[in-house]
Nanobody, 124 residues
Framework: QLVESGGGLVQTGGSLRLSCAAS????????MGWFRQAPEKEREFVAT????????DYGNNVKGRFTISRDNAKNTVHLQMSSLKPEDTAVYYC???????????????????WGQGTQVTVSS
């Protein structure tokens, strides 16, 4: 399973670091992604990282503020979020494209292994 952690309540301009820990199988061969969903909104792409960690992509709304990283030895993925805004408030999901060595993607439908999500709330 994928288990997200690190969510919480933070003030505007603050920072949070989300973690996604995989258990049961290795994610070292899989590209990983972070998505978010705010109430009554569509799920939104946040960031993705290649299986090697050598390439990343970000949604336009978070580019320059968020950083995705991974530690394949620890079977974890992280999302460092800085300069947080109230519009970043959402449930954040970690996801894996569980096909070995496939390409990263910004499309949620291309991910087949999801965590349960962690709530991030940014107060104004």
């Amino acid at each position: 399973q994928l288990v997200e952690s690190g969510g919480g309540l933070v003030q505007t301009g603050g920072s949070l670091r989300l973690s996604c820990a995989a258990s049961g199988r290795s994610i070292s061969r899989y590209p990983m992604g972070w998505f978010r969903q705010a109430p009554e909104k569509e799920r939104e792409f946040v960031a993705t990282i290649s299986w090697s960690g050598g390439a990343t992509d970000y949604g336009n709304n978070v580019k320059g503020r968020f950083t995705i990283s991974r530690d394949n030895a620890k079977n974890t993925v992280h999302l460092q979020m800085s300069s947080l805004k109230p519009e970043d408030t959402a449930v954040y999901y970690c996801a894996a494209r569980s096909t070995s060595y496939t390409s990263r993607s910004s499309r949620a439908e291309e991910y087949d292994w999801w965590g349960q999500g962690t709530q991030v709330t940014v107060s104004s």
